[in-house]
């Protein structure tokens, strides 16, 4: 029987570059993990509603357009809407350091600025699956 | 309430938990397979196949929207291969699929060809099954153009659809004729490039060389046991341009015409055998590795490989030595 860590990499809002969203995603394919990447601005439904129909164990946002705080509890209520209270959700892209609590608050487990190395989230997510 | 019974009862949740059951070959998952079978058989199964970057996708997109207003719902597979090194995939079919994503009446699953036991056609089927089960009556499902794999999809569905792009070189016709013995329809697509022209021409002489009713039965059944059957369609070549929605209505009506074909020339009930034969064989070939995982192990298994390898027993009786091994009655103690 074979398992493979599913993640869904989305990119909400308006902002026009996927470059980090990619380097994450090929990243994340290159440690062994099945990456469903869907592109620029999606709503925050699309982002639950892909997340419900691939299954995957955790999702991965990236936000540069400094939208962070009005996307995030959108995509999250949309997510719960759709039963996904438990989904694991980070978050990377330009965030102020003063919004890395409240986000945490509104329960993304983790905040990834821009110079984070592709290692440290494939070891988050590895931590935070455990062993699938 | 069970997974497969919640599924059942329109919970998408439940149905996505459901795929992922079944794509792990999990026991839970075959369970729910054994469950759902006899809802099954009701819904048209095509398969869109071609080289990367054709438009494959973009088209599907199109295909999708087309099929939920004439048929209400529609399924899609997207498989896409594994990187043999790191067992990862990107799965980025969904990219071009945007304007699907938050219809209620479509659902999208992006799947990994892994090294799936039986290979990614028996668990294409698999996923498959599970949707004609929840009864979604199209499921559209597409795969990447390469050598085996895409011969293959011919296993698990009724009828293919083979995308190609103007401009991808004459070097590879003869790739070309090995897919369009398994093509049932021919998209030129990007039929906006000044190329395309050109393409559809090779493409016609190529379909002229091809022996007359011969696509299609590239699995199971031989030719002998093949009832004669009119040849009775003509693959047709169509052009699209996909991302302006072109030429989009007249493959659907295409691909309602070869389905009418089907059911009306008894090919239907021949695809169903082909289908069934091939599932049989791939579970029997699942048993057998389970039981050859139990009762030898990887370890046993190499030691006997190793022992032809320095030529201490030749190859058939070490296969004989192993089926002996599989098939011995539990010992005395
Ligand atoms: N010019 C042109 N480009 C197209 C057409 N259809 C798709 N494309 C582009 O071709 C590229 C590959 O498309 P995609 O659907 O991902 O191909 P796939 O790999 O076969 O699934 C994308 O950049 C599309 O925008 C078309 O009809 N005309
Ligand atoms: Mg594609």
Known sequence: ?132 | MGLAEAALQGDRRAMARLLSWVENGSLEGQQALATLFPHTGKAHIIGITGSPGAGKSTLLNQLAREFRDRDGQVAIVAVDPSSPFTGGALLGDRLRMRDLVTDPHIFIRSMASRGHPGGVAHATRDVVTVLDALGFPLILVETVGAGQAQVEVARVVHTVVLVEAPGMGDEIQALKAGLMEIADIIVVNKADRPEAKQTVKSLQSLRTSLPAGHHGFGTGISVEEAPVVPVGWEVPILQTIALENEGVFELTNAIKQHYDYLKNSGRWDLLLRQHAEAEVEAWLQRHFQQLLNQKIGDTGYKALVDAVVRHEIDPAKAAAQLLEAVTRPVSKA
């Open chain 1, 1 to 132: 029987m074979e398992r493979k860590i599913r993640v869904l990499i989305a990119k909400p809002g308006l902002d026009g570059h996927d470059r980090g969203a990619k380097v994450v995603a090929r990243a994340l394919r290159d440690a062994g993990m099945e990456v469903i990447y869907t592109g620029l601005r999606q709503t925050p439904a699309m982002v639950a509603e892909a997340a419900l129909q691939e299954d995957v164990n955790v999702v991965g946002l990236s936000i540069l357009s400094g939208a962070h705080m009005g996307l995030v509890p959108r995509v999250i209520e949309e997510m719960n809407r759709r039963g996904m209270e438990d989904l694991p959700l980070f978050v990377g892209g330009i965030i102020p350091v003063d919004d890395i609590e409240p986000l945490k608050e509104m329960g993304v487990r983790e905040v990834f600025g821009p110079g984070t190395d592709t290692s440290v989230v494939v070891e988050f997510i590895r931590r935070e699956i455990g062993s699938v």
